[in-house]
């Protein structure tokens, strides 16, 4: 029987915000089975898989929208960016919510069904919500909660540090060694008033 890499020793809300999308799925999958209750739990698994892609595992929302079936290997527990990255140790608390998105034969196939920058967005931010957390979470909050847990608790090498975090920069490795300042996170895009013709954030 195969054993899964146990989730990393994260700040408490973060933990609960993975906990709660996991317990969430788990209370869906038993619902009876209608048309309404099967599509609630498919969004409820792929809600619970997207977060912790973002979560346990550091993904940007770019690279969870440009996930392929080919980069997850759930066999050996593991996970790729960019389709060409090295694999890293997938850290999940919700086998079965990875499970329910495989598709073989489809490798070239989306991971997650597709979805939009602001809803990877507001689904990361509902979570954070529900876990309790008084400011609004979003993908680089919880990396830079991720990468500073990685290089000061685990004291992981620059390498390794930025290989996990998909970042190649010395100084970016270095700013994650720095406790995140609320003032540098960008507000969530329900807050967020755009000027014409500016891009959305990579994260």
Not at 44 to 55: F, H, N, P, Q
Not at 87 to 112: M, N
Not at 160 to 182: E, I, Q
Request: with cysteine; proline share 10%; aromatic share 4%.
């Amino acid at each position: 029987m195969p054993t899964y890499p146990p989730p990393l020793r994260l700040p408490q809300p973060l933990v609960d915000v993975a906990g709660i999308a996991s317990r969430r799925a788990m209370t869906d999958a038993k619902i009876p089975g209608n048309s309404g209750s099967i599509i609630k739990r498919s969004r409820t698994l792929r809600d619970a898989a997207l977060i912790e892609g973002i979560v346990l595992n550091g993904l940007r929302i770019c690279e969870v929208m440009a996930l392929r079936q080919a980069d997850v290997d759930l066999k050996g527990m593991r996970i790729r960016r960019n389709g060409q990255a090295p694999w890293l140790t997938l850290r999940t608390r919700q086998i079965e919510a990875w499970k329910s998105l495989v598709q073989p034969r489809q490798k070239r196939t989306p991971f997650f069904p597709p979805l939009s920058r602001v809803s990877i967005w507001r689904i990361l931010r509902a979570a954070g919500e529900q876990a309790g957390l008084k400011i609004p979470l979003n993908s680089r909050r919880a990396r830079r909660v991720l990468g500073f847990t990685l290089g000061r608790r685990h004291d992981l090498p620059a390498r390794t540090l930025g290989a996990a975090l998909g970042v190649h920069d010395p100084r970016s490795v270095a700013r994650y060694l720095k406790p995140a300042k609320l003032g540098e996170l960008p507000p969530s895009p329900k807050l967020r008033r755009r000027m014409p013709g500016q891009s959305e954030s990579s994260d």
